[in-house]
């Protein structure tokens, strides 16, 4: 028998990037939509990333808001953001919290997931980390950034593979803070197929997640150093979920005459993610 402890939970979680960029104006009213009825015209367009840039409303937002003189990867970041967030509206604005004990269960346990099929939880959600406790660069040269969560969105294309080709798409968002206007975000993209978990079993020297950041250790913190680190990140969480479903609680939407906090949170529904316990411990 298993019992779940969960911290003292926030009030709400964290205002989550989906909520940064595209609650206020028309997004959700009309763009993406628009967007859901232009895919659903071009058969499976809108569920491929190579295919998404293609249809025309997309192309149009972004022209709208990538800045002129944006370089090459920035206009692929837009899109990447833009791809996650309408699967993200698409299937619910489907919302994971995990919070610190269940978070460094992921790291410390080291799961082998071993036998385990990868499946996330719905086709597409973000999942939020605790506030600080995962680091990471967009660059070997930028400065470490607090890793906020990740967007998951999962494609399968059949159109033109001898075999349909099942994908993971990932988007880790950093460097969220209330004093910045934006944030950082590190793309991933990886095929799932059946030698993935043991892929993922390889560790970068010196040990997963190990801790770069002078004074890191003292608190306890980690690093995302590689592709694979991020990606076994995901895979941990999304094992966590389906293995251990009795750990989620449901969280409703705050009702639209509550006041709000400071520092803002979240106004989206979420499932709270606890660390489960033997119950003979």
């Not at 997963?208 to 990140?233: C, M, R, W």
């Amino acid at each position: 028998m298993r019992r779940f402890e969960s911290e003292a939970p926030e009030s709400r979680p964290r205002l989550t990037p989906y909520e940064l960029v595209f609650v206020e104006g028309d997004f959700e009213s009309r763009v993406f939509p628009g967007i859901e009825k232009e895919g659903s015209m071009r058969a499976a367009d809108a569920e491929i990333p190579e295919r998404f840039g293609f249809l025309s409303l997309v192309g149009d937002v972004l022209r709208e808001v990538t800045p002129e003189d944006a370089p090459p990867e920035a206009l692929d970041e837009y899109r990447s953001l833009l791809f996650h967030a309408f699967h993200f509206w698409a299937d619910g604005r489907r919302l994971f919290t995990f919070d610190r004990p269940a978070a460094r269960f992921l790291v410390e346990a080291k799961p082998e997931m071993t036998g385990w099929a990868f499946n996330a939880p719905g086709r597409s959600g973000y999942v939020q980390l605790p506030a600080n406790l995962f680091w990471s660069s967009i660059a070997p040269d930028a400065a470490p950034e607090p890793v906020d969560g990740f967007f998951y969105t999962e494609s399968f294309d059949d159109g033109e593979a001898d075999a349909p080709l099942r994908r993971i798409h990932l988007l880790f968002v950093l460097g969220i803070h209330r004093t910045r206007a934006g944030f950082s975000v590190m793309r991933i993209d990886s095929g799932l197929g059946s030698g993935l978990i043991a892929e993922l079993a390889v560790t970068r020297p010196g040990g997963d997640f190990e801790n770069v950041l002078p004074g890191g250790e003292i608190e306890g913190l980690y690093s995302i150093l590689t592709t694979t680190e991020a990606l076994k990140l995901a895979a941990r969480a999304f094992w966590y979920l389906d293995s251990f479903p009795e750990s989620v609680t449901y969280v409703p939407a705050p009702e639209p005459t509550e006041r709000g906090t400071e520092p803002p949170a979240s106004r989206l529904a979420c499932s709270s993610v606890g660390l489960f316990r033997d119950a003979d411990e």
